[in-house]
């Protein structure tokens, strides 16, 4: 250094060594992480992972718009395993029914007492085609039925039926997803995608599996003929509680109290399928909820559902090609 500066002070010298060096690491590090492609934030490492969804569609890239929102490691079903939950589920759930004071951690330790603890969803499939079916009468006239039923999965919310409906719904159901005030027709062999919106829900399923009587502190969840169903316990699977929050922060952002069964529907076969068909999803102008099967008219501005957001959602997931969706006919 000396011999390069003759005239600088020591000091001087020194700083100039010292810059040098700070250039020459960072000009080596640079290169480094090009010739690596080593991201260089912690948020770059997990954006490409994070929206990695089940897939075999060539066209399905992840866009900006749904990285943001799928996250793939959200826990999907709950087991005796991972029933325990983290302080921010655990207070908005609780919270949505006022059931604070319920006891989960004895409620869903006895249930899982009575279910055989089993994974899953979780052979692979080679290319697991879904078809989820809402509840809307545009469906009437549609004659969507033998592409429904060409589906491996196709999945039905609430009391939607198929019987006397094949040609425009289909007649297969290979999964229902219910919570208990919903509960119509079940059968053995089907899937039971059991959502739990209220801690009280899990009471509701222990008795039903055990005495199948009512109580009175809890009478509207739990009356005798809710009761009467016969669940298969091999078919049961039970939405977490992280992905019921998920589906609200993630995909519905906030907006209504809390999701619908059929959108919640909709972002599990995500979760779970590599091509999701959407079928039945649509109110009507004014915003009203209507059925195929029967003549109820749910405005939902009545219900805690953001229907006008949940629709434009699945549209968005649509133009993104994350999924298709059918409109339907009337
Ligand atoms: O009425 P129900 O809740 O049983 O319908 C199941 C789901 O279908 C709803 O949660 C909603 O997501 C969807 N639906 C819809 N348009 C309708 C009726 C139902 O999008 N007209």
Not at 86 to 91: E, L, M
Not at 191 to 207: A, S
Request: with cysteine; proline share 5%.
């Amino acid at each position: 250094m000396a011999k390069f500066f003759p005239n600088l002070k020591s000091n001087y010298r020194c700083l100039i060594l010292l810059l040098s060096c700070g250039w020459s690491c960072t000009i080596i590090l640079c290169l480094y992480f090009k010739t690596t492609d080593m991201p260089l934030t912690h948020n770059h490492v997990s954006k490409p992972a994070a929206c990695v969804q089940r897939k075999c569609a060539p066209d399905r890239e992840p866009t900006d718009w749904f990285c943001a929102r799928y996250a793939p490691t959200v826990q999907l079903l709950l087991n005796s395993r991972n029933s325990e939950l983290s302080a921010n589920v655990s207070s908005w759930w609780t919270r949505l029914f006022g059931n604070r004071d319920a006891n989960y951690t004895t409620l869903v330790r006895n249930l899982f007492q009575l279910l055989p603890d089993q994974e899953h969803n979780s052979d692979p499939h080679r290319c697991r085609t879904c078809a989820v079916v809402g509840n809307s009468r545009n469906l009437l006239g549609s004659r969507y039925g033998p592409f429904i039923d060409s589906k491996d999965f196709v999945m039905r919310i609430n009391r939607g039926s198929t019987k006397g409906f094949e040609e425009d719904v289909g007649s297969k159901t290979t999964h229902r997803i219910f919570y208990p005030e919903s509960v119509g027709i079940l059968n053995n062999s089907t899937h039971l995608v059991f959502i739990p919106f209220k801690v009280w829900d899990f009471e509701w399923l222990i008795r039903v599996f055990t005495t199948k009587h009512t109580t009175k502190d809890c009478s509207k969840n739990l009356d005798i003929f809710h009761l009467q169903k016969n669940i298969n316990k091999d078919k049961l699977m039970i939405v977490h509680p992280e992905f019921i929050k998920y589906v609200y922060v993630n995909w519905t952002e906030y907006h209504g109290y809390y999701p619908s069964t059929g959108f919640l529907a909709v972002i599990f076969a995500l979760h779970i399928c590599d091509e999701v068909d959407v079928f039945g999803f649509g109110a009507t102008k004014d915003g009203t909820w209507h059925h195929y099967f029967d003549k109820t008219l749910i405005p939902y501005t009545k219900t805690n559902h953001p229907g006008e957001f949940e629709y434009e959602t699945i549209s968005r997931l649509h133009s993104e090609k994350k999924l298709f969706m059918h409109k339907g006919w009337t």
